[in-house]
């Protein structure tokens, strides 16, 4: 009895859903399968081409992992035609600067001319030197728009256009002008999600924002010296924020970071990148500000810059925050400690603290990041401050890479306030539980 091509007889969204699951290349195959499967690449709803890993974690799809070439992309507008739109998805990620600026702004206009999509990512690679120049069609339904390494204009006729749909915009080394960035800003009032990265860009001119966005929830900044202002004027829904700051820090850079941290001072989570206590430690303490709904920080702390303004900001952070709970703390030493700074941190930090709200009434969880210390016991002087001052504290993690018995004997010194608190190590290897009672 001859077998059944029971594949051939699925339903037409179970083969859409297999081909999505497959390279492009392979579902365009499928179409001389059998007459049933002639058209069905037509209906993909989203594409994913490039040849590398991109920004966000996953990998391409790709038609071979050779560098991306100006046939490559005109193959790339083929199959495009060949397909009905619109998409939920199209994720393009270039390598080098082999893509003419024009084939690629002919692929954004067939996309449109399809119907747009909802999600688009573009990441163009190492092409700083040459910045791919993208005018933005008015897509109508689009949701989701990440690009990065390009330069973003925006049409004439985009004053007016409202993008209703869109909830998430980053923008990740990308140039655009002060006035087509505020436009778009302007134009996407449902954004939940923004984030932009100018940290490692020189931008012209210099960035000036105003930003109104009553559904915005998560905001990130990278920012540089060439950032003006970034002011948020109206987001009464941010939860969570996330500031950095380059490593070329001046006065100016740190009025801008501090203007951040005064218009996200209601958010629940935030997370301060490398360098942001040093660039405020350039500024008059103390700040006129609080964090009153600050559940969860997130920071790095570089111990091998430590001085004393750098330490009263630390300090200044958890007394502004009165209703923490949950820290985590990145250390790390990118040059070697200094004797100094080892007897500074000793004689500032190791020391009981009063008048510190969360350290007395909140402060339940605290992370220590050690993977990139030096010199690990400058990490256990911090280690110690909590242990010695957090009175409420539950867990101790401290992560770390080696050095384990000097730690552990270190730790057996330690003072502690609470009577609840448990102190566990962890490496890529073992769990260890110190009891430091």
């Keep these: 009895m001859a077998e059944v091509d029971r594949i051939s007889f699925l339903p037409e969204e179970i083969k859409i859903s297999i081909l999505s699951r497959l390279q492009v290349k392979d579902a365009i195959r499928t179409s001389a399968l059998a007459r049933s499967w002639r058209d069905v690449y037509t209906l993909l709803p989203s594409l994913r081409l490039g040849c590398y890993l991109d920004r966000l974690g996953d990998t391409s799809k790709d038609f071979d992992s050779r560098p991306v070439s100006s046939s490559w992309m005109q193959r790339v507008n083929h199959v495009v035609s060949s397909l009905q739109g619109p998409f939920l998805l199209f994720r393009l990620s270039l390598f080098m600067n082999f893509v003419p600026s024009n084939l690629l702004q002919s692929l954004l206009d067939l996309l449109f001319q399809k119907g747009g999509v909802q999600m688009l990512h573009l990441h163009c690679y190492y092409s700083f030197y040459s910045l791919k120049v993208i005018w933005l069609p008015p897509f109508h339904s689009l949701k989701v728009l990440q690009l990065s390494g390009c330069q973003l204009i925006l049409p004439n006729e985009f004053q007016g256009f409202h993008f209703h749909c869109l909830t998430t915009l980053s923008l990740y080394d990308v140039i655009i002008s002060n006035h087509h960035l505020q436009l778009l800003l302007d134009e996407s009032k449902n954004l939940t999600t923004f984030m932009f990265n100018a940290r490692d860009l020189d931008l012209a001119p210099d960035i000036s924002l105003n930003i109104s966005l009553p559904f915005l929830t998560h905001a990130q900044f990278q920012i540089n010296e060439m950032v003006h202002k970034i002011c948020l004027v109206s987001t009464p829904r941010l939860e969570k924020a996330h500031i950095t700051v380059s490593i070329s820090l001046s006065e100016k850079l740190a009025r801008v970071t501090w203007g951040l941290l005064t218009g996200v001072s209601m958010v629940s989570s935030l ?154 190590m962890f490496n890529t290897k073992t769990e260890v539980t110190v009891n430091v009672k």
């Design 271 to 424: 997370h301060l990148g490398l360098d942001v206590l040093k660039a405020l430690s350039l500024l008059a303490l103390p700040f006129n500000f609080s964090f009153p709904q600050l559940k969860c920080l997130r920071f790095y702390l570089n111990v091998a810059t430590m001085d004393k303004r750098t330490c009263n900001v630390f300090h200044w952070l958890l007394k502004s925050m009165p209703f923490l709970e949950e820290l985590n703390i990145e250390l790390l030493s990118i040059s070697e400690q200094t004797e100094g700074v080892a007897t500074l941190m000793r004689e500032l930090l190791v020391k009981k603290q009063n008048g510190v709200p969360c350290l007395d009434q909140t402060l339940k969880s605290v992370t220590m990041h050690m993977y990139l210390l030096l010199e690990v016991m400058s990490g256990i002087t911090v280690v110690k401050f909590f242990l010695l001052n957090a009175k409420v504290l539950k867990l101790m993690k401290i992560l770390y890479c080696d050095d384990e018995l000097s730690m552990i004997e270190e730790l057996h010194k330690a003072e502690i306030a609470s009577l609840d608190a448990k102190v566990v």
